[in-house]
């Protein structure tokens, strides 16, 4: 259990940057008390205790057991409510390198501090009502971000685009539904049939739903990126183009069949697509059993990838081989006409012609590569990326269409309402609005301490 998470007055703190040798670090604290706290560890104390919220103060944290000085530190100070927390908290700014980091915590833990679970900063500013659920999850994507472009994407999220989306949607629900209660509260009042007010505001916010959960995928895809192998007989320029996509030379490139005999990989960024490059050791039958063990592995890859470029050596053409993997092959595959430059014919229909020598086709195979995941469309300003988020959506957006359907099947109301109050509380979890322990305890766990 997060019994400590749950206790959310504690006095608690971490280190918000990674252990490691670094010109500064910066370790967190907050909570009840927090900053008469760390005075009876700072050296002058009263200044600290004394300072307005956003001063900072320089002094030198000391261990209260022997008096020994920790290290020198320049403390930030925020009260209560303007903080990231919404708490009393002092960001103590020290020396980069363990020792120091050590002796600061030490220092904090006598003075009656404990150490901060996974994400417990950002729990607090949730259940302060600093953030709503989409932003907290925002900031661990923002953090963990691979390109600029998914952070761009976190970024709006944590500015409340998503936020603003839903409760949108949930806003003109909640309408519909208050209609509908006074309705049944009021059988024979003045109102207007529910049918007449609600089915145009249901069917927008329906397809309001439907298009933010389609965005999911995109979502997803930035924040975790799509692993693309390259496939292809030995010798086909596999490893060339793995280094002219990786703009360094990293495989080795060899004349001599069967030079890569493990597989490499590398991140690189497309249009802001974090993608994993994967070079493959050449498709071949092979009797040496090293090489043998490399095509297994190979085989692996090429299965597991979201991706395939299939390249053929434009100056020999197509082999049996090439021929009968094509044939299999479905929408992950994109033949590639390499060696263009010395091509003896022209690339068969759906092959892209690239060059590593002079670059040929190099723009339009990244292009190609993007599109043929993400699209031609423009990109929404706000997308879900969570599993958690597409799940109330799609919670919200099932009970929604029950509702709809009873509606139209003249469900008696009274009944039919339970699915509406259904979709609205759906809505409100992906803000926060409606959670239970558990969901924060997943959710937060997964963030690193001192977030
Ligand atoms: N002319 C020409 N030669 C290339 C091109 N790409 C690769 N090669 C050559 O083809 C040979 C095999 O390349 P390599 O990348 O090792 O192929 P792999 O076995 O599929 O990884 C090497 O001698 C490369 O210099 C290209 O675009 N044009
Ligand atoms: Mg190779």
Redesign the pocket.
């Known amino acids: 259990m997060m019994e400590s998470i749950h206790d959310p007055d504690d006095a608690i703190a971490a280190p918000a940057t990674p252990w490691g040798i670094s010109a500064l670090a910066v370790i967190r604290t907050t909570g009840c008390r927090c900053i008469e706290k760390v005075s009876t560890v700072f050296k002058p104390s009263d200044r600290l205790k004394k300072a307005l919220g956003g001063m900072a103060v320089y002094g030198e944290v000391f261990n209260p057991a022997d008096g020994s000085p920790a290290d020198q530190v320049i403390a930030l100070v925020f009260r209560a409510p303007a903080s990231y927390t919404g708490q009393d908290t002092v960001e103590l700014c020290c020396h980069g390198g363990i020792p120091s980091v050590r002796k600061v915590l030490d220092a904090l833990k006598a003075a009656g501090f404990r150490d901060a679970g996974p994400g417990e900063f950002t729990l607090r500013a949730f259940l302060n009502g600093k953030v709503d659920l989409t932003q907290a999850e925002a900031v661990n994507e923002l953090i963990t971000a691979k390109t600029r472009r998914a952070h761009d994407l976190a970024f709006n999220r944590l500015s409340g685009a998503l936020w603003k989306k839903v409760d949108e949607i949930k806003q003109s629900l909640v309408e519909v539904l208050s209609a509908l209660e006074l309705t049944l509260d009021y059988p024979e009042d003045e109102i207007e049939e529910p049918e007449e007010i609600s089915l145009p505001t249901l069917s927008s916010a329906r397809g309001k739903l439907q298009s933010l959960l389609k965005t999911y995928r995109t979502g997803r895809l930035f924040q975790q990126g799509i692993r693309l192998a390259l496939a292809?007989r030995?010798?086909?320029?596999?490893?060339?183009?793995f280094n002219l996509l990786l703009r360094e030379d990293r495989?080795?490139?060899?004349?001599i069949?069967g030079?890569?005999r493990d597989y490499l990989e590398s991140w690189i960024t497309m249009n802001g697509l974090p993608v994993l490059l994967l070079?493959t050791a050449?498709l071949r039958a092979s009797d040496h059993p090293v090489e043998a063990e490399g095509i297994r592995r190979s085989e692996e890859i090429i299965e597991n990838a979201d991706l395939v470029l299939y390249?053929v050596d434009a100056?020999r053409g197509l082999s049996a081989e090439d021929r009968e993997y094509l044939e299999k092959s479905t929408d992950r595959v994109i033949p590639v006409w390499?060696?263009?430059?010395?091509a003896a014919a022209e690339p068969p229909e759906g092959f892209l012609p690239?060059?590593?020598?002079t670059d040929q086709g190099r723009e339009d195979l990244e292009r190609r590569i993007y599109e043929s995941v993400l699209g031609t469309e423009p990109l929404d300003a706000a997308v879900i990326d969570s599993e958690r988020q597409k799940d109330c959506l799609t919670r919200a957006l099932e009970a929604l269409e029950r509702f709809i359907g009873d509606v139209g099947e003249g469900i008696p109301l009274d009944a039919a309402s339970a699915d509406l109050k259904e979709a609205v509380d759906a809505l409100g979890e992906i803000t926060g609005e409606v959670t239970s322990s558990d969901i924060l305890q997943r959710m937060f766990s997964r963030f690193c301490v001192g977030k």
């Open positions: 292809g030995t010798n086909a320029g596999k490893s060339s183009l495989a080795i490139v060899s004349e069949h030079t890569t070079d050449g390249l100056s390499s060696k263009a430059d010395i690239v060059s590593t020598v």
